[in-house]
């Protein structure tokens, strides 16, 4: 109880409430514009945060990831547009209820299963903290190894039917994590003789080039457009009350949100498959999921909503991060000096109850902010896709120059804006090559620090965390491969049919 006290006393102090007001607003905004998305918004304030004490600065970055996904379901449901791409699942059943004059019966649905999801996953991770706190410190170097390396399999396997192309950009990330001094014996690596490679590749440079400039740069290269959407009329608070009706569907898709979000790699699509999956097979009227059903929306939504909260644990419990936006979010522990880790649980919980404590504040705050602007945000959504463009660019530029006033860390975002453009064009992800270069860098420094207790391989599993790690590693890429194969000779008989039909 005592340390419950002393996170409501960090999280109410003024710079992080005004740091979760900004957050929460913001991200709402930024999710319902079509194009821009969370990660460009994090990548753009990254820099600032530096500035912030750990706490103000997480707060801000949270309140835009746990807030955009509210905002993302308006255009997509309004307009058949996705505001972010996890809300890419809202627009099956959320556009059709709109197209039958249900509008308002829709985004009260899609925002009342996103706070009930969000809320869920915050009071089970705030109940279960006690228990990782024990757990974490069962965690040595070799563990963490072993479960940076867990993720990045993970993360690799998330991307069905371009694992090979996830595997290569991901070990991209691993290489361009590498190059420079390294940090054991001070020699050089892939410096090729250039004083500017010494200090290595910033992440954060790297961040705001594949995702904030490729974003601007593919704004700016396509045609302008400025979406219409109609205002909505009537109640929104009593619409988000249905929610009520469809609770055990939103229940459901909160667990798999906290499962799939405690897991690194794997995140919201999965949460949300899932539990759309689990809802179309309890429904009475499966026939309607697609087709504008409301129990489809709840799922979609309570899913996706809780994954925020969730990828805070392998995080904070571990050092390791989940997906793109919580890779970004360490780099704030380390400029501020705070280790993420079993260490944190055991000596720092309060201010682990403090972040998930303004996590449901956050929730709060937007859901009443909902209520109140959805025709307001309508109109945010008009604004011209050139002009959007330009924004980031200008914000994305000031950014990376702020970091360390170098006109060439500026010059490799460019390059990789240009290369996260090509990437888009050509359908490959981009998050593989930052957990690379994030979980790279960890699996190095921990393998490094526990080769003087391994003798040989025998060594690594000796312990009951890193045998679980190993086989864990095992089964999941034996069973990757098995399912690969059954798809592989499943396309090879289909091809095989119509040669079969006309002999």
């Not at 750990?54 to 308006?74: A, C, E, H, K, Q």
């Not at 919980?349 to 602007?373: E, Q």
Request: a positive charge; glycine letters at 10%; charged letters at 10%.
């Amino acid at each position: 109880m005592e340390t419950i006290i002393q996170a409501v006393e960090l999280m109410f102090s003024w710079p992080v409430l005004v740091a979760l007001l900004i957050g929460s607003i913001g991200g709402v905004v930024i999710g319902a514009i079509p194009g821009v998305g969370p990660a460009v918004a994090i990548a753009i304030l990254l820099p600032a945060t530096f500035s912030m004490e750990p706490l103000v600065g997480l707060t801000l970055l949270l309140g835009i990831y746990g807030s955009s996904m509210y905002g993302g379901s308006l255009p997509a449901i309004l307009i058949n547009t996705p505001g972010t791409a996890v809300n890419a699942l809202t627009t099956y059943d959320g556009y059709p209820m709109t197209k039958r004059g249900e509008a308002l019966r829709a985004l009260g649905l899609a925002y009342g299963a996103s706070f009930f999801g969000a809320v869920l996953s915050i009071l089970i991770l705030i109940l279960l903290s006690p228990v990782l706190a024990k757990v974490a410190p069962m965690f040595g170097s070799r563990e963490i190894f072993l479960a940076a390396l867990l993720g990045i399999i993970l993360v690799i396997i998330a991307h069905k039917g371009q694992m090979a192309a996830a595997g290569m950009l991901a070990g991209l990330g691993i290489l361009l994590q590498s190059v420079g001094m390294e940090p054991v014996n001070y020699t050089m690596r892939y410096t090729f003789g250039l004083d500017w490679l010494t200090s290595g590749l910033d992440l954060i440079v790297v961040v705001l080039g594949l995702f904030a400039l490729s974003q601007a740069f593919q704004l700016i290269v396509e045609p302008d457009s400025a979406p219409d959407a109609q205002p909505v009329s009537g109640s929104m608070f009593r619409a988000m009350c249905e929610i009520w009706k469809y609770r055990r569907t939103a229940a459901t898709g909160g667990g798999f949100g906290v499962l799939m979000g405690i897991i690194p790699g794997v995140g919201e699509f999965t949460a949300q498959f899932l539990s759309y999956t689990a809802a179309r097979k309890r429904s009475k009227t499966p026939e309607m999921f697609g087709r504008g059903s409301p129990e489809g929306l709840v799922a979609s939504e309570s899913a996706n909503n809780a994954v925020p909260a969730a990828a805070m644990i392998p995080l904070l419990a571990l050092g390791i991060p989940g997906e793109a936006l919580t890779a970004m979010m360490l780099s704030v522990f380390y400029v501020h000096n705070v280790v993420p880790g079993p260490g944190l649980f055991q000596n720092q919980l309060d201010f682990v109850y403090a972040l998930y404590l303004s996590l449901l504040l956050l929730n709060v705050i937007v859901i009443l902010w909902m209520v109140v602007s959805s025709n307001l945000l309508i109109r945010i959504i008009r604004i011209p896709t050139r002009f959007l463009g330009m924004a980031i660019l200008v914000l994305s530029f000031v950014g990376v120059y702020s970091l360390r006033n170098s006109a060439m860390d500026c010059m490799i975002a460019a390059g990789f804006g240009v290369f996260g453009l090509i990437l888009k064009r050509l359908n490959l992800p981009t998050v593989p090559i930052i957990l690379g270069m994030v979980l790279g860098g960890i699996m190095e420094v921990k393998l490094r620090a526990s080769m003087g207790r391994i003798d040989s391989l025998l060594d690594l599993v000796n312990r009951p965390i890193a045998a679980l790690l190993v086989l864990a590693i095992i089964v999941i890429v034996a069973q990757s491969i098995r399912t690969s194969i059954r798809d592989l000779r499943a396309r090879h008989e289909e091809s095989n049919k119509p040669h079969q039909n006309k002999a």
